[in-house]
């Protein structure tokens, strides 16, 4: 009896054991249909690293940015899109490399302003804009050049770029040259009046000045970038006018100077030029006076050369460039160009053609005229 009792007690233990362990049943072998589960657990794995690779692409790309800030203390910081500075501040800026060019705000350039100073030295470039001004807000960038004999390109891989908005709270607008400025209106290009401001955060509304009212901002046909101004992506006839911008940011309203928004439609292509004489017959002594007239688009320039007679003699004649708008039916404006040149005492050597050659960004028109002895 008792080893049939510890036979039972053996069998019971037997199938109730497993029961009582079966917290560690995944410790049993797997069925060969588990191991299926495997290659689809897999499968998404992959995918991560491959999108750090592409993030470690971007992110190796935008480390090729070469220009960085000089702070206090020898200190350096790289510079992001944007980067706000208190006017009367002085920037220092450095790019790495030894064949470094720079742009920076134009006008920096045009009234040769003696706060801006730039060095290069052998491992980077240095710029340095002392005593800053509301004036000096605008982008600043800089790129490496590689040079084969006197030919040089950009390497678009180091390149370095932010833009600086030098903050005055009595300057909300960057402040220009003029009290007025003209902007042209082409349908077939977006159109910007550049009320920039120097605080990023101001709040700024584009108005008509008769009638008076303020023009929506929609976000889509007209928007608003603190580093351009207002931007009308479809230029037309109806947004014609005389235009102003106000700004307000922790204080009383600013204005801006006036823009005049003048709309324009004239044929793209060559000067369409036409030439004129005083007189196609001259006697000695005579005054001589050939006109070179051409039409085109208000914003693009026009530059003229001229072929005479005595040119190769050196003979002495007047040559006189001026341009002017004119209006040419309702809100449409056109360049009027003209080139002048005079003969003040006609001789026989000033017998012959009259050549005009104009030429724009999309090409040149010559034309000509022939001047006789009588």
Sequence with gaps: KRLYKLFLISNIAFFILPVIGQPAKSKRPKEPGENKIKPVNKKVKPKNPRMKERESVDSSLKSQSIMTQMMDKGHFQKLAATLSLAAGQSLELRCKGSNVTWNYPSYLDTFKDSRLSI?????YSQLILANSTAADTGEYSCWLQLCNGNKCRKDETKTGSTYIFFTDKEELFVPTPSYFEIVYLNP???????????????????HREFPAEEIETD????????KKGFVFQHPTSDHKGIVYCK????GAPQISIKYHLLYVEVPKGPP??????????AGLSDRVRVVCTVLGEPDVDVNFRWQYPGQESERPVIIQNFWRLINRGIGYTTRISKSVLLVEDFEDTDVGNY??????LQGETTVATKVELK
């Design 119 to 123: 060095k290069q030295l052998d491992r």
């Design 188 to 206: 077939d290009k977006p159109a910007v009046i550049p009320c920039r401001v120097t605080t990023p955060s101001a709040k700024v509304t584009l």
């Design 219 to 226: 976000g889509t046909d007209i928007i608003y970038d603190a």
């Design 247 to 250: 700004a307000e940011s922790q």
């Design 272 to 281: 369409s030029t036409t030439m004129a004489v005083s007189s196609s017959r």
């Design 355 to 360: 050549v005009c050659i104009a030429q724009n």
